[in-house]
């Protein structure tokens, strides 16, 4: 968006119409109230920036109806321009350039007038409420008409008003074109010439009959200046002056211009020159150059800002809308103040009421439901002293410094207290988020250039005001979107539509955006391009929700928010959506229950022996990312670390969320839980983030190991997946694979309880546990056991430090039971820690694993494989060859 620079903040207000109660739409649905349609196609007004038109900002939806727009907004309007000295020509030409751009994104104003065409400081045209013909569906969401009788075009006032709801109307009048904000703008121009309105002091009927016998008359412009008495100031004005006058007040729209063809008019040719044509920025994921409009000044000093400089005026419009908010800021408490909004007793909102004594009373219609388009200049004074403090190097701040990226203020402790704070009060502190989004919006500028940059800013927390190009600068994308996703074929029928008009209107539509008929369309646009795209997958029920949280975060993009769904679907949810699915699925969740029994072996013995297994109640979870049983608000901050880690990370989050159940889990049977699955309890999201976290720094890389999961990329590959591991690869000789073995057969891999690991995770699990208290249990003992069930020859060849050696056949029968001996009696000493089975015969393995897990449940088994490389002149030597690992998270 454009930056604020000298204009204010405005907000007006209007009802949209009620519809009726008791009436439900041809699939069986409610009807969609008109507020919602107004809302949803309101987000396109905001992407409409140029120099003619205020900035659209926000909408916000009350109650009864009621709609609350904010949008750039100046003081002064049409009838300052003589005060000015502006010249007729120039006016002419400046709203006519923020008309054509209008037109070419497919949109007339229909509400020209001197109080909606406004002026800058410096004198420049900008045309304010433009949207409001848009935003109703040309009015006919409302119950007011959009225009004002003086100045709508003698075609507009011929079709009368028109309401859905009045039965006496069959069809809908055909919405205005171009040519109707033309005559308005040469009522305009005439007025501004004449210095008088026109047709104000007529009865309203007097008047539209007056314009409608104007088609009989030659010279339009004559005509009304004889009628107002001003033919002499008219006929004195230059001819180029009386010809534009002439050509915009043409009464047949057939040979009436067009605001493009009126400004390659002639007229025009010598005030066209000052004018320089609009450029519009180019996109962050384009192939164009974002850099190519920049230049250095000649005099490098010009860039130096003085100290008393306003810098909060160099933010873009929507961040000090924000920011607003934050600081306190409240729409309608500003239009109460202002007497817009004014309640009534609810006896006065009756259509009637009778008294005692039996006189009735009955209510005329309500004026506060018309149009009042009176706009309030929102006030930033309690935002500027909220960050007065905030120094001037706040805004620019150096991204090649590696000290804090907190910038130094006299609030710097607070801010730096700031970041250990909750992320919920992180999100509504206003100075703070004020120095992240100036962080985040200079990092994604230089995006891809500053990627790590990015990925390091983004493990503290994510401005939700820049999420959704966070989003997408975290997964990746890069290139000329736009042109791939206008490629796809989104109209041609395909099998899949049903489905996916189905499923869209039960997605997310608490939201009002996503349940606005503009989200449905772009929901079904969306899905659709992916659906085509992607050929050797299908639609499964979930991809919709999937998709919910992209497209609320680009609803004016989609084709970033099909980018990002791009990206995200190979990454996490790799052949999910194959036709056939049941092996990945099955796959997936064996190695969930694998996790839950090595995190928590107790919970998993409960839910294993009450027959609750993840099939029951984790495929949701882990179809649609956890998007079907959580609202997007949560989903927001859940993927915020989601989107850093690797397609392992869900696994975490899953047996976060059964660790919040586990008291309730563990004192149910299979029907209790069955019943509180199906209706979930309320879990707190932070705190399933950070135990994640724990979580998974805390699992071995190979025991989350997938044959099904996304393919490593190669070497050289600049994608996503060279940047977003979690760990590197702790070895400069051995293949850089999760796994240094042949992974296992799902009959196989379900037959086992406990994940394997390989021996590169056995060393760092033996490393961390010696590395300080933290891995490390109460007593001080390292976490991790290394159970060695070899011979003792064997054993005492070679062997990792610290290991015990419980020989398999002393210590087991041949049928792979305990044998009471003094060996078997250790284990017992070993409660609560991570034991790692080390064996040359993996059902060797699987037999002590499953004896410790029956006898001791809080034992959690890891057993390991053994290979040639492994064996025991092998492994000791590989500790001195491995890299530096990385411990931390991400």
Known sequence: ??????????????????????????????????????????????????PRLCQYVDISRGKHERLIV????????????????????????????????MNK????????????????CKGNIKLAKFGLY??????????????????????????????????????????????????????????????????????ITE?????LTLGCMDDIVTVLAEEHGCLDSIKALPENVLELLRKCLTFLPSKRPTPAELLRDPV??????IYTPYQKPVSLFSSSLRCAHLELPEDISDLCKDDDEDYLSQRAIDEVYHLWCLAGGDLEKELTNKEIIQSKPPICTLPNFVLEDGESFGQGRDRSFLLDDTTVTLSLCQLRNRLKDVAGEAYYPLLEDEQSSLPQSNSSNELSSTVTLPLIIRERDTEYQLIRIILFDRLLKAYPYKKNLVWKEARVDIPPLVRGLAWAALLGIEGDIQAKYESIDKDTP????????????????????????????????????????????VYWQGLDSLCAPFLYLNFNNEALAYACMSAFIPKYLYNFFLKDNSHVIQEYLTVFSQMIAFHDPEL??????????????????????????????????????????????????????????????????????????????????ERCVRESINLFCWTPKSATYRQHAQPPKVAGDNGFGKTATYYSSDYQDIPKTDLSREPLALCDLKAEMSPRISAEDLIDLCELSLAGPTKRTKTGKPKIVAVDIRTGEDFNRGHISGSINIPFNTTFSPEGELVQCPASGVLQNYRGRVIVVISHAMKSAVMVRKQSHTQTPVYTGIFLQATSRFRNDVLLPYVGKRKKRKSSFP
Request: proline share 7%; net charge negative; hydrophobic share 40%.
């Open 1 to 50: 968006m454009k930056p604020l620079k000298d204009a204010q903040l405005g907000a007006f207000t209007f009802f949209a119409s009620a519809l009726p109660h008791d009436v439900c739409g041809s699939n069986g649905l409610p009807l969609t109230p008109n507020s919602i349609k107004i809302l949803g196609r309101f987000q396109l007004l905001k992407t409409i920036t140029h």
């Open 70 to 101: 904010v949008a750039e907004h100046y003081e002064r309007s049409l009838s300052d321009f003589q005060k000015q000295g502006k010249i007729v020509l120039q006016i002419a030409h400046e709203v006519l350039e923020g008309l054509e751009f």
């Open 105 to 120: 994104n497919g949109m007339v104003h229909r509400a020209l007038s001197p109080h909606n065409v406004l002026m800058d």
């Open 134 to 203: 848009h935003m109703t569906d040309h009015g006919a969401d409302v119950d007011f008409p959009i225009g004002y009788p003086s100045y709508l075009a003698p075609e507009v006032i011929a079709q009368g008003s028109f309401h859905p709801s009045d039965p006496s109307h069959d069809e809908a009048p055909l919405p205005s074109g171009p040519k109707t904000d033309v005559w308005s703008l040469g009522v305009l121009l005439f007025e501004l010439c004449a210095g008088r309105r026109l047709l104000q002091n007529i009865d």
């Open 207 to 211: 008047r539209l009959k007056f314009i």
């Open 268 to 273: 025009f040719s010598e005030v066209s020159r």
């Open 494 to 537: 395909i099998p899949t539509d049903r489905q996916i008009e189905v499923d869209i209107p039960r997605c997310h539509q608490y939201d009002e955006l996503l349940s606005s008929p503009q989200g449905h369309i772009k929901f079904r646009r969306v899905l659709k391009a992916w659906v085509v795209s992607h050929p050797d997958l």
């Open 604 to 685: 998993s013995n409960h839910l294993n022996e009450i027959g609750f297994i993840p099939d029951l109640y984790a495929i949701p979870w882990f179809l649609t990312m956890f998007t079907h049983v959580f609202p997007l608000h949560k989903i927001f901050h859940l993927w915020d670390t989601l989107l850093l880690g690797n397609s392992s990370f869900p696994f975490c989050i899953g047996v976060a969320i059964l660790q919040q159940l586990r008291d309730r889990l563990l004192a149910n049977g299979f029907n209790e839980c069955i019943l509180l699955f199906s209706d979930l309890p309320e879990i707190d999201i």
